[in-house]
């Protein structure tokens, strides 16, 4: 099935191999004999173990080329996995604070953005993520950094530990980000409560809800977001992963598209969570008993919900109907 995906941070799609391969080619060492202790380490209980572990991967990353080699990797993963459109997160904090510059970043993933189109013949598009855990200050030095690449960028995002850190604490950089032309996407409802999903709207003004399956929670916003149309990008295997649903089987997925939401799959992490776009897709299917027609909307939803304009949009949109018209 054609399908965008919309919520994947490039940095979670480094697999443990490739890892390996960058450390080498950087002279360096990961802390683990092989990938297959390094992988059996991949067990977490929250999203803040997750991220500990997430952020010693990115260590290996040491030149534009590494960045390039890692998104290519991806995309190449998702092409195979029908991905038509993919709005990459990255972060640049987590790379200039192992001193490396922000060019540096945007510039290898930019790069593989391109091939993706030239050779692979889908379109990406790169989404800066702020980390929460951080200062506004350090938020709004990193907007700062990026604006000579700002061609390279179609939005910006918010990710990193959640509880603690709402929203609202980077309320002047997205408000400036607007200004800037920057398309805004947030975390929230991922582990915190729906009032961050509440000012993620109202506040920084975004244009989805990355996660927000905590949402389901306040009857309020649920009939917020579906009159108003906000897409919410959900990640199932990430979810069970960071034990924010005991199984797959208590997922809310099916839930939320029972009452309207307009819900999209997505893989999040995909090295360290298990899967990526069509294992989530299928494993959740499995657990929920959901149906073709749950298939299409949640297609449907992710190319409306891109970031992409509106003709390319509706071609891609042509292309899945086509799918299902065949599959009938
Ligand atoms: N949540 C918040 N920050 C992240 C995530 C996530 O699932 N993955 C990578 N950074
Ligand atoms: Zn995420």
Not at 111 to 131: E, V
Not at 167 to 189: D, N, Y
Not at 221 to 247: A, G, H, M, Q, W
Request: proline share 4%; net charge negative; charged share 20%.
């Amino acid at each position: 099935m054609p399908k965008a995906e919309l919520h994947m941070h490039v940095e979670g799609s480094l697999e443990p191999e490739l890892m390996f391969a960058l450390a080498a080619r950087n002279g360096m060492t990961v802390p683990f004999p092989d990938v297959e202790s390094l992988r059996r380490a991949y067990v977490f209980n929250n999203l803040q173990e997750f991220l500990d572990v997430y952020h010693a991967g990115t260590l290996v990353l040491r030149v534009e080329q590494d960045f390039h080699d890692m998104a290519w990797a991806y995309l190449q993963r998702a092409a195979a996995d029908n991905v038509l459109h993919a709005e990459i997160f990255f972060d640049t904090q987590t790379h200039t604070g192992h001193g490396l510059s922000a060019e540096v970043v945007i510039n290898g993933l930019h790069r593989a953005c391109i091939d993706a189109q030239s050779k692979l013949g889908i379109s990406a598009a790169l989404i800066l993520c702020f980390l929460r855990h951080l200062s506004e200050a350090q938020a709004f030095e990193a907007l700062e950094q990026a604006l000579p690449l700002r061609d390279k960028l179609v939005g910006v995002g918010l990710a990193s530990s959640e509880q603690g850190h709402p929203p609202e604490k980077f309320a002047r950089v997205f408000a400036r980000a607007r200004a800037l032309g920057f398309r805004l996407v947030a975390h929230a409802g991922e582990e915190g409560p729906p009032a961050y999903i509440w000012s993620a709207l109202d506040v920084l003004k975004v244009e989805r809800i990355d996660h927000g399956v905590q949402a389901m929670r306040d009857r309020n916003l649920v009939e917020r977001l579906i009159k108003s149309r906000v897409p919410l990008t959900v990640c199932p295997l990430s979810n069970l992963k960071l034990r924010v649903f005991p199984t797959l089987a208590r997922h809310n997925l099916g839930a939320m598209l029972e009452v309207g939401l307009a819900a999209t799959v997505n893989s999040d992490d995909p090295a360290y969570f298990g899967g990526y776009i069509n294992e989530n897709f299928t494993q959740t299917f499995a657990a929920l008993g959901l149906s073709a027609q749950h298939a299409y909307q949640l297609a449907h939803n992710s190319f409306a919900a891109s970031f992409i304009d509106v003709s390319a949009r509706r071609a891609l949109q042509d292309r899945l109907a086509e799918v299902f018209e065949t599959f009938e």
